[in-house]
């Protein structure tokens, strides 16, 4: 991997050089404040040191990103602005081998699932939303006038100008493209915070813009930690027109708080505490295999994952014995052992926080069908932050273990009797983000699909995404959606041009 930088520990002959990785501002890299470090998960050892964006930092991007506008970016004819976003797709593609590689030490996650996942995707995302504004139609309204004339309307979008990006840390390259690209295909220039446990990927597409010649200050990099540091100042920023934000609903009420100043649009992908339900007509084998990949993927670490799966009686026990080989059959360890398919929690503080739940669940009552605890693996894998994939029965619905989002390898499995029942448990929750039901039932299969309060109901799937389909939650686990034209929709406003005919 060849991350832009030098190593900041370069001055002392005792300590390994490690890559150092700096802000993007206006198409320079630039050193920071004190360096911060990053962790791989999979065996708990540092593998890079990051410059902290401070205030001038934020300042300098911001001002990078408002100069594009005016200049080279700003008038760029649509048509260039998509070859330069096929190009970014083009070099994330080029340079596979380095995302992968730095997604996976940032991560810990399996490489097959870096591979298959989230490096392609961090790449289709810029190609498909260069697609979506090559097709964007707008309105037109013919008027009466009150003299008995007439008037036409007609509406054209411009961007929004700065878009601050605040990432997450499970699917760092994925979920950051899924914002910057349709920013940038709809000509805003952004600035992104990646999280701090996921620096690397971002910091490679900034080595990627400036290859592509993307004008200086469309894409810029700030690194840092939430409060008090650049996550705070781009969201305080006065030049930021929008805030684009993935991550916690703890921290969405941060941001909506410190946005209010200028009334910066917002956009919230939250947590989620989601439902599947499976009914006793279900295919069960199909139920077992696609739930398991539900819970356990990524480590459980996918804001869609059930935590709460309501199973009729009747197939009660079969299904916790399916689930429950497949928990089972797992295989965790480091991400270029082959026959791996379990990754680590993303840091020993992750791991501190799904092991209380571990535990809360037990005080709550929980029967533990499988796991609860760490597993023991040897060499370096030692020293990363596993759990042992997790499934729990006997827990009441509204325990806390149940209403509160872990984020973790970990289920409850919870009898139901009726169709009315599971309808009112599966909503009767704080989030509304996704649900996977399973039935053979025609009827039923819309019925209770349409019946879910979230933004993303799947039936007899997980995870199946058309990216030109809404995306984003209801409650507490959202604002607005993303996805083709609804990504659109945010990052651009509608202006109205009324002309007297
Ligand atoms: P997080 O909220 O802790 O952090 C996300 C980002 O926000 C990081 O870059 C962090 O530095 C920044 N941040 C933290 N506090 C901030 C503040 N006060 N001001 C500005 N920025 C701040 O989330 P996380 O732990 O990185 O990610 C896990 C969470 O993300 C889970 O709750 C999960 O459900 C959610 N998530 C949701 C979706 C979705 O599409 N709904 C997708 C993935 C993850």
Known sequence: MTLHGTDLRAESPTVPALPSLKNYVGGRFVEGGRPFEVRNPATGEIHALVHEADAAIV??????????????????????????????????????????????????????????????????????????VAGLATETFEQDTPDGGKALNYAVRKPLGVVGIISPWNLPLLLMTWKAAPAMACGNAVVVKPSEETPSTTTLLGEVMSA?????GAFNVVHGF?????????????????????????????????????????????????????FADADLDAAVSGLARAVFLNTGQVCLAPERIYVERPVLDAFVDGLKKKAEALKPGLPHDDSVDFGPLISDEHREKVLGYYQLAVDEGATVITGGGTPTLEGPAAGGYFVEPTIWTGLAHDSRTCREEIFGPVCAVIPFDTEEEVVRLANDSDYGLASSVWTSNLSRAHRVGQAMEVGISWVNCWFLRDLRTPFGGVKMSGIGREGGVHSIDFYSEPSNICIKL
């Open 226 to 278: 939430g409060p008090d540091s650049a996550g705070e100042l781009l969201t305080r920023h006065p030049g930021v027109r929008a805030i684009t934000f993935t991550g916690e609903t703890r921290t969405g009420k941060e941001i909506m708080t410190a946005a209010a100043a200028n009334v910066k649009a917002l956009s919230f992908e939250l947590g989620g505490k989601n439902a599947a339900i499976v």
């Open 59 to 132: 300042d300098a991007a911001v001002a990078a990103a408002e100069a594009a506008l005016k200049g080279d970016w700003g008038h760029m004819p649509l048509a260039k602005r998509r070859h330069m976003l096929n190009a970014i797709a083009d070099g994330i593609e080029a340079r596979f081998d380095d995302f992968l590689e730095a997604e996976i030490a940032d991560t810990g996650k399996p490489y097959s699932l870096a591979h298959h996942l989230d490096i392609p995707r961090g790449a289709a995302n810029f190609r498909v939303f260069a697609d979506v």
């Open 212 to 216: 592509v010649g993307l004008p200086d």
